[in-house]
């Protein structure tokens, strides 16, 4: 049982550069996240998917897109690079809201640099 | 504005003493809560939870009380130990909503 998985794990990027972020998670979970984390912010949500077929703008979502593919896998697309995005990016899934032990799980992270 | 606040960016904490992390939150709508823990290089991963109708939730070590009037809730680790050393996130969120909204976290040392 893998949970939830990302790829890449590291990635350097140019300035203006495009790249899409993957995420797949295989416990059958309705909700996906993506979040960024800086030093100092803690973890902030860009985009969330509640079922297949639906995203919605989180705290932080300008320069980014998703697409949520199924309802295994939920992608972050960077369509020009900025220096600003330059963070740990987390995918996550979530338990069914509202039931007992409600919580997300996270993948491992991709450490972004935008040069 | 953010929602959830944890003051305190570090805590360090003798082996076999009581670690106490706190959080502070602003939406009374929140009425679930949760911590995770951070190792470097991983994923957050869960560690407890509370709900709004209980002041109080024990997971062996691990204890989170909530304050609804004050809008604070504190884990306590009691005895803290080396692999306690970690960064601790504190989460609150609406039942009825999608979102969990996170504070910026404290980072634990627990010394041996």
């Known amino acids: 049982n893998a949970g939830v998985t990302q790829t890449p794990k590291f990635q350097v990027l140019k300035t203006g550069q495009s790249m899409t972020l993957q995420c797949a998670q295989d416990?059958?979970?309705?909700?996906m996240y993506w979040y960024r984390q800086d030093p100092g912010m803690g973890l902030r949500l860009i985009y969330y998917?509640?079922?297949?077929?639906?995203?919605d703008k989180g705290e932080v979502p300008n320069g980014y897109n998703v697409s949520r593919l199924n309802k295994r896998e939920f992608s972050l697309r960077l369509e020009s690079a900025a220096p600003s995005q330059t963070s740990v990016y987390f995918c996550?899934?979530?338990?069914?809201?509202?039931?007992?032990?409600?919580?997300?799980?996270f993948g491992p992270g991709t450490r972004l640099t935008v040069l | 504005d953010q929602q959830v606040k944890q003051n305190s960016p570090s805590l360090s904490v003798q082996e076999g003493r009581i670690s106490i992390l706190n959080c502070d939150y602003t939406?009374?709508?929140?009425?679930?809560f949760l911590w995770y823990k951070k190792y470097p290089a991983e994923g957050p991963t869960f560690l407890i939870s509370?709900?709004?109708?209980?002041d109080k939730n024990e997971d062996g070590r691990f204890t989170v009380f909530l304050n609804k009037s004050a809008k604070h809730l504190s884990l306590h680790i009691v005895p803290s130990q080396p692999g306690d050393s970690a960064v601790y996130f504190c989460?609150?969120?609406?039942?009825?909503?999608?979102?969990?909204?996170f504070g910026t976290g404290t980072s634990l040392t627990v010394i041996p």
């Open positions: 996550a899934s979530r338990t069914p809201i509202g039931t007992l032990g409600d919580t997300q799980y």
């Open positions: 416990m059958n979970h309705n909700s």
């Open positions: 998917s509640a079922s297949e077929g639906t995203t």
């Open positions: 939406n009374s709508m929140f009425d679930y």
């Open positions: 509370i709900s709004s109708i209980k």
């Open positions: 989460a609150a969120s609406a039942r009825s909503g999608n979102q969990f909204y």
